[in-house]
């Protein structure tokens, strides 16, 4: 039923009579409230700025020995967890901007911002443009996408080209091109290029792209047939890469199986879900949260489906794998394929907000504390255990006579390979921190935890120091290298005193001195 000027105006006066926080601004103060939104955006991403002088932590040296030798070695020096794709384009960023610790955060900044404005794009096909903004707000202050998007890592371009894969199924939702189609093939193959463990939202998107084209089977077909070939296509090159990490997947695995801690704290995103709990519950008192007088009409299940399979469909995959096989890949950043879809799905939430005004406040109010607490923190300004102060501690101890310096390494693939010769110790990716922080003294290289390969090198080093009278350092993680650092402790009693010079994030370096020589 139609109704006339007056009735309308009648209808939004009581309307907003019954909701004071839904009151229509004046045009000037709608502009005002409009333009809050990019400027908490902005705020939200201003988090990921608090660690960026910070040291290159372990897997952050890693990338930078993949592309140290130059473009032509890079093939050879990837790892067996990702394409090398991200290599290249740091190599070529360095080209351009340099080497320095923030230089080589560049690239992954740029792309997390690309990230955001495409779940921005994604999310006002699904939803209001204040719900866009606050979707968009959400996934910039999660603690996963703050890490990502200065990590030295190629997690920041694979959630790029998730967003990017996102955003095409969703615009194929009205569109029957076999173009568009092809495109989001392409998109959902590049997810794999940054990082194999992304794979967990192929099926995802695959279930979405079904129940778009459900009613229209010839253009389905069609174009499910088109963006399967695209995928295929563009899916090739990562094969070899994908089967090597099934053949060598133990020799990976350092954390035990996650438990249902770990994925509540990732589905709630920090202080979110305290602050949709306190709106929801003010939205209440005040009667502002109530559902529109038609809204179980209105009601579309397709986009809650959407949200939900986006959004729990990859990090239970992920978790599942991580908790029921001897592959325990449920790490911090990895997660970070399913934070645009567990955004959206707050985003979902927050969508059955009837007030405005109402959404706006949320939306400030989470930016300014996280901020607050962020930029507060001691804590924010690290970015995770770096080995820079003990390797620069240990030049400046061992150069004054050429003390060499026994080193464990931090990754935990060391302990299943052998070690490189002390020559070419920097050529090798178990201490790739040295291809970055260097040592002018001779280093002998241990794996990191204790087994053959270490005593074996261990004691034929330890006969040699004795032989010599010579001083030297140990320097190896004090939690995971602990059973090394015993051992040296005990088999080198005899011959020299030991004593901690010092506890660098976690990398403890100890200083054997030998005894001096007993008279017959």
């Not at 010769?421 to 241990?446: G, H, K, N, Q, W």
Request: aromatic share 14%.
């Amino acid at each position: 039923m139609q109704l006339s000027g007056a009735d309308s105006q009648v209808q939004n006066e009581e309307h907003q009579g019954s909701d004071p926080l839904s009151a229509s601004p004046s045009p000037m103060g709608g502009r005002v409230l409009r333009a809050l939104y990019p400027l908490a955006l902005a705020g939200a991403m201003s988090n990921w700025f608090i660690a960026l002088r910070a040291p290159l932590r372990l897997d952050e040296t890693g990338s930078y020995w993949q592309i140290s030798k130059g473009f032509s070695e890079i093939i050879s020096r990837q790892g067996s967890l990702s394409f090398p794709a991200y290599s290249y384009i740091l190599w070529f960023s360095t080209k351009i901007i340099g080497t320095s610790e923030i230089a080589l955060r560049v690239p992954s900044i740029l792309a997390m911002m690309g990230t955001v404005y495409l779940l921005y794009l994604a999310a006002r096909e699904l939803f209001e443009r204040d719900i866009a903004f606050i979707a968009a707000v959400i996934f910039s202050l999660d603690p996963i996408v703050v890490f990502a998007s200065i990590d030295i890592r190629p997690y920041a371009f694979g959630v790029l080209a998730t967003n990017a894969a996102i955003l095409v199924l969703l615009r194929l939702r009205r569109s029957s091109s076999n173009w568009l189609a092809a495109l989001f093939g392409l998109m959902a193959a590049s997810i794999v290029w940054f990082h194999f463990l992304f794979g967990v939202i192929l099926p995802p998107l695959v279930l979405c792209f079904i129940a778009f084209k459900f009613r229209g089977r010839k253009t389905s077909w069609k174009q499910f047939i088109v963006a399967f070939g695209a995928f295929a296509l563009a899916f090739l090159p990562v094969i070899p890469g994908l089967m090597g990490v099934f053949r060598t997947g133990k020799t990976h695995v350092y954390e035990s199986a996650p438990n249902l801690s770990d994925l509540a704290r990732t589905l709630e995103s920090g202080w979110l879900f305290f602050f949709v709990c306190a709106t929801g519950f003010v939205a209440f008192l005040i009667h502002a949260a109530r559902l529109q007088r038609d809204s179980f009409n209105r009601f579309e299940g397709w986009l809650f489906l959407i949200c939900a399979s986006l959004g729990l469909l990859p990090i239970l995959i992920l978790y599942g794998v991580s908790a029921g096989t001897s592959l325990h890949m449920f790490t911090y950043y990895h997660r970070l394929v399913a934070i645009p879809g567990i955004a959206l799905c707050w985003a979902f939430v927050l969508s059955r907000l009837h007030s405005r005004n109402l959404r706006l406040l949320f939306c400030l109010a989470l930016v300014a504390t996280t901020a607050c607490l962020s930029f507060t923190s001691p804590f924010s300004r690290h970015h995770e255990e770096s080995m820079k102060d003990a390797i620069e501690f240990a030049e400046r101890n061992a150069s004054v006579d050429n003390a060499p310096v026994v080193m464990c390494s931090g990754f935990v693939e060391s302990d299943f390979a052998a070690m490189p010769p002390m020559e070419r110790v920097t050529d090798s990716p178990y201490f790739a921190p040295l291809s970055y922080y260097r040592l002018s003294v001779p280093v002998i290289p241990l794996p990191q935890l204790i087994n053959d390969e270490t005593i074996q090198v261990g004691s034929r080093f330890l006969k040699e120091a004795a032989q010599k009278h010579e001083r030297f350092l140990v320097a190896a993680d004090k939690f995971r290298s602990s059973s090394t650092l015993d051992w040296f402790t005990e088999n080198a009693a005899a011959t020299h005193s030991v004593r901690i010079l010092g506890n660098f994030h976690g990398m403890e370096v100890l200083e054997f001195v030998p005894r001096p020589a007993q008279t017959p």
